[in-house]
């Protein structure tokens, strides 16, 4: 029981030393692209389809969102992450497996892992 703790504790913190990096990266990536856009510095050409824009909420906004609600809400944040980018690559096959991409919103599955130990430890 006591080790299982251990192990629930060093997966939550795997989970937000490396969700928190990630989602400080992709608000600093989205937050220069929307200030490149508003000053005029970026080409200026937007979302050239439907589907470049929903893959855009799928990521990075459907991550950005999961991995804050992880924080207070394990479970809700790791699955929104990992249904994010599941989604991102159904729209986007061809980025499917490019560690760039899926490193970002890895930190779910280590979300998901810790709410399923720590249901199950307060069942015990």
Known sequence: MKDKKRVATIIR???????????????????????????????????????EMISFLFFPISIMI????????????????ILGIVGFHIIRPDLILDPMIDGLAAPGIFFIIYWLITKDLKKT
């Open 66 to 81: 999961g991995l804050g609600l992880a924080w207070k809400w394990d479970g809700l944040g790791g699955l929104i992450t």
């Open 13 to 51: 913190w795997i989970a937000r030393i490396w969700g928190g990096t990630s989602l400080l990266f992709l608000i600093f990536m989205v937050g220069a692209h929307l200030i490149g856009a508003i000053s005029g510095t970026s080409d200026g050409t937007g979302f050239s389809s439907t589907s």
